[in-house]
């Protein structure tokens, strides 16, 4: 058995569950966090911004609102580096809404969808990293800003710097938290809209969240052994008998190979002892004739249940 030698970082990147959740977290440190990411169960046009001090939350594009925020870590991206990726992030707190919605910013008549909304991207504060939203709804030019003051606690800002006459709506379900302060200029006009008169340039709502109900607990995520195998083993070891850098696996089990061990020459049989020493001490017995390119060792990357699911799955090849 037989793999291209990679580095730390790489065989993070590539696989074990519990080291690739670790090695792949986004960490947020003194300075503010923003990723541009898919969400599982969210949005395909998410920008994750992560705070030093645990507040993180989520903007969608489409929508051009926060929709959801989670206190504590920041990002697991090990469904973007794990495999081929394109299985999106995880956020790494218990995730809440923010009650908005599908497009909370209206203008004129609150029970009318804007024609058009246009995201327009954000800009960075150079010191604290932290991002302003920056779109379009309907021609009026919207900047929106998020922040928290504590835990539960959660600020909106929107400021108009167009600074257009025109009524502005922002639809908000007010009993998906504890409390929710207007500042000036703003009044509730009707169950779950909030009018922002026409003459204000700067509006800000805080939000006092519902508890969460539950601790967050951190998904662990059980490849299979087909999933393993793709991981860890098909850059080296074909199933359909093509040869590559490793012996194929096609017929592997019950195989014999003349491998070299202890500088010497000898046939061992493919079985789940060999299977296993090849994993975690890829250089007790070398096939021969695949000396040139050393197999990685995966004996700190590869858990004894995922070893098992691995031998299952190769056994199972013809």
């Known amino acids: 058995m037989r793999l291209l030698k990679i580095s730390s970082l790489l065989l993070c990147l590539l696989g074990g569950v519990a080291l690739a959740q670790r090695e792949t977290d986004v960490v947020v ?79 004129r008549d609150p029970d009318a969808l804007p024609d058009s909304v246009l995201f327009r991207g954000y800009r960075r504060n150079a010191q604290t990293g ?23 606690c959660v600020t909106l800002e929107l400021v108009f710097p167009g600074g257009e006459p025109v009524e502005k709506f922002y639809r908000l379900n007010p009993s998906a938290h504890v409390l929710v302060e207007l ?40 490849l299979t052994g087909a ?12 199933t359909d008998g093509t040869k590559l850098i490793g012996p194929t696996f096609k017929g592997l089990w019950g ?15 493919v079985d789940e002892a060999y299977v296993r020493e090849s994993i975690l001490n890829p250089q007790a017995a070398i096939v021969q004739g695949y000396e040139q390119v050393p197999m990685a060792n995966f004996s700190d990357v590869l858990t004894k249940e995922q070893i098992e699911r691995l031998m299952d799955y190769l056994k199972g090849l013809e």
């Open 29 to 107: 440190r003194d300075k503010t966090v923003v990723q541009r990411c898919v969400l599982v169960g969210a949005s395909a046009r998410m920008v994750a911004v992560g705070m030093p001090g645990g507040f993180n939350y989520a903007f969608d594009g489409m929508r051009c609102a926060p929709v959801e925020v989670w206190f504590g870590g920041f990002l697991d991206f090990n469904g973007e580096t794990n495999g081929r990726g394109g299985n999106g992030c995880k956020p790494l707190g218990a995730r809440r809404s923010l009650g908005m919605d599908p497009v909370p910013f209206r203008l």
């Open 255 to 269: 195989r014999e190979e003349v491998v070299t061990r202890n500088g010497k020459s000898g046939n061992v049989t």
């Open 130 to 152: 932290e991002p302003t939203f920056l779109f379009e709804v309907d021609g009026v030019r919207v900047e929106q800003r998020v922040s928290s003051s504590g835990a539960d």
């Open 227 to 238: 999933d393993l195998y793709r991981n860890f083993c098909s850059a080296c070891h074909s």
């Open 183 to 222: 500042g000036e200029g703003i009044r509730w006009s009707g169950p779950g809209i909030l009018k922002i008169a026409a003459a204000v340039r700067k509006a800000e709502v805080k939000i006092q969240l519902k508890a969460s109900g539950k601790a967050f607990v951190r998904e662990v995520v059980e």
